[in-house]
């Protein structure tokens, strides 16, 4: 396919940025699209799970394109909060559209904003990690940059990981523990880290303490200058954009287990330690964060070179449609638990 595929990622945003402007039954096109018309593509396409040859993998990491495309987002996760926030300021909307409105919003700060964080999050230049920070602001989430990079990646698929699901945990449980562990295991990460250079809580590289700083004086600025309803959806499009990170999160690890070894460590992370997903429309929207198995065997891997593996546990449908699914646990147990393989259950 062509590398210009991922411009498809983009196609969630133009389609909130018509329903914010529109509003009205437009309002709610963005969460049909993304949980009801791509899970229905999901369906009827068949799964791609060709890999790029070795040989082609170099000319790829070189090309910037693929930089560029992720860049992007910032500006356009900026600009659509500002239409919303002019929508609010001069147009009289009903309840129904002010809900609409704020889950488009949410919906976007998740895949173009978290999600695009997190693949920049893992990258080595500097401007790219303060570009993962400035998407990861608008949802009141960057103290994931730091659990996710120095926590996550070293404690995924065991009972330390507060990311990882356990076998029959619902989500909605998940998301209580996931979301207050996280936030203090990203304090605890970040007091040993400064412990470590020998600097003081009030250090300036404290970036826990400006994380807060930032995103509470955003808040304070925002209910005191723009009105009540636009600080309220901020608000609460902020927590359906982490939500549905957590609920990704939620399915990605799911059940899964790294044992241990006769020296008493976890063993090193495999492919077979979170669920891998290929269904082409949910790879290429979310700049294939859905080979997530090879993105943990290999942090350092762009989203442009990902693979799947054979050995990797296999997602039965598409994030999409998963997370849909795992809203329903009954549902999402009956379906998952027989595929968790008994010998990996994280209980």
Not at 55 to 71: I, M, R, T, V
Not at 92 to 114: A, C, D, K, R
Request: overall charge positive.
């Amino acid at each position: 396919m062509s590398d210009l595929k991922y411009l498809s990622a983009l196609s969630i945003p133009i389609i909130a940025i018509i329903g914010i402007s529109f509003h009205g039954i437009y309002s709610f096109m963005t969460p049909i699209y993304t949980f009801g018309f791509i899970p229905l593509l999901e369906l009827i396409l068949p799964k791609n799970n060709s890999n790029i040859p070795k040989q082609q993998q170099e000319s790829k990491l070189k090309n910037k394109l693929f930089d560029w495309l992720l860049y992007f987002n910032i500006p356009l996760v900026y600009s659509l909060i500002a239409l919303t926030i002019s929508q609010l300021s001069t147009t009289l909307l009903s309840t129904p559209e002010l809900i609409g409105i704020t889950l488009s919003l949410g919906i976007v700060l998740s895949v173009n904003g978290i999600n695009v964080a997190h693949e920049l999050g893992h990258r080595k230049q500097k401007f790219e990690q303060v570009f993962a920070k400035l998407l990861l602001f608008p949802s009141f989430y960057m103290h994931f940059f730091i659990e996710h990079n120095y926590g996550h990646h070293l404690n995924a698929a065991t009972p330390e990981d507060p990311a990882t699901a356990k076998y029959k945990q619902s989500v909605y449980h998940f998301w209580f523990t996931s979301i207050t562990k996280q936030y203090l295991s990203a304090w605890h990460i970040q007091n040993h880290i400064l412990k470590r250079q020998n600097l003081k809580f009030w250090s300036p590289k404290n970036n826990m303490f400006w994380f807060s700083i930032i995103q509470i004086s955003a808040l304070f600025i925002a209910f005191l200058l723009v009105s009540k309803l636009v600080f309220i959806v901020l608000v609460c499009a902020a927590i359906v954009s982490f939500l549905l990170l957590e609920t990704v999160n939620y399915i990605e690890h799911y059940g899964l287990l790294r044992l241990k070894t006769k020296s008493g460590r976890y063993e090193r992370v495999q492919k077979k330690h979170s669920w891998n997903s290929d269904h082409i429309v949910g790879r290429i929207v979310l700049y294939e964060l859905t080979r997530h198995s090879d993105h943990h065997y290999k942090t350092t891997k762009k989203y442009q070179i990902l693979e799947s593996h054979e050995e990797s546990p296999q997602l039965p449908f598409g994030y999409p449609t998963s997370m849909v699914l795992a809203l329903c646990p009954p549902l999402w147990f009956k379906i998952m638990n027989k595929r968790v393989p008994k010998s990996m259950i994280l209980s």
